[in-house]
């Protein structure tokens, strides 16, 4: 199953529901679509808008497809680590108030090694149906900030 | 030692638990945040504040607020991410003298955030998720990790 995924976020992202859509008539492997706040409604395969948890989806799911939100993506490559394809919500789409979304997938880009989709062009059946690199993420810098909350929080280290 | 997260109610505070060390007991922070269905489910002390949103007026009162309710409690530290409360509960904190701590937002990769500029002058310790955020805000930003 390939679990699509938009998040909560309250403006439309219809650039990858669609794509998804027409995309799911070449692939024979069912679709499921978290369409969040994008009113175009999906044809070829089942969709719902949201979820009080998608954990189930994603775990059943062989490939995530999702905006690059910072949850959807931590859950995916530091909990689950599976097969992740990430489409930043852009700005000059109305996809969201800024280009915050661009600007992290470079990050995960260059960091994790993250497959990242700039241009709904090069989202193609083909991908989908071969993509099944794993690029886990470690918690390395998440420990490192929590061990310097945690002493600047308890007065024992101020400056490092 | 009692501490303060001051937090939107969406994935800002999900981010600020997550940022804190995980062998400190939760459930004893106390948050300032607006309500929601979920934030009127949290286990915590919790005090609820209206949208503050972009406009300039609701701060004052909402910063008159946070000063009584920070010395009523008797706050060691003050944690906030921004965003809604997080600038009017920094300014009160700084200006009781309590501890406070500045986490930008992971979402800051490349972009800088207005709570980060305007919180900036009332942080003692003011941390930047990304290596390359650091030089957007001042000399005391600093990086020591992130969560991604």
Known sequence: MIFVSVGTHNQEFERLIRKIDNLAKEINEEIIIQRGHTKYIPKNCKSFKFDSDLKPYMKKARLIIAHA???TTIEV???????????????????????????MARHFEKKWGVKIIYNIKDLTSELIKRYDRITPMNDKKLI??????????LGEEDER | MKIVL???AGGHLTELFELLPQDLNKDKFVIFTEKNDRTSKLKNKTYFFKPLLYNPFPYFPALLRCIKILRKENVNVL??????????????????????IYIDISAAATIRTLAGKFSYPFSDIFLVQYPEMARHYGKRAKYVGGIV
């Open chain 1, 69 to 71: 939100g910072i949850g």
């Open chain 1, 77 to 103: 490559l530091r909990k689950l680590k599976k097969p992740l394809i990430l489409i930043p919500r852009q700005h000059k789409y109305g996809e969201h108030i800024n280009d915050h979304q661009v600007g």
């Open chain 1, 144 to 153: 490192m900030i929590r061990n310097y909350l945690k002493g600047a929080i």
């Open chain 2, 6 to 8: 001051a937090s939107s």
């Open chain 2, 79 to 100: 944690v906030t991410n921004g965003a809604e409360i997080g600038l009017p509960a920094i300014i009160a904190a700084k200006f009781l003298g309590i501890k406070t």
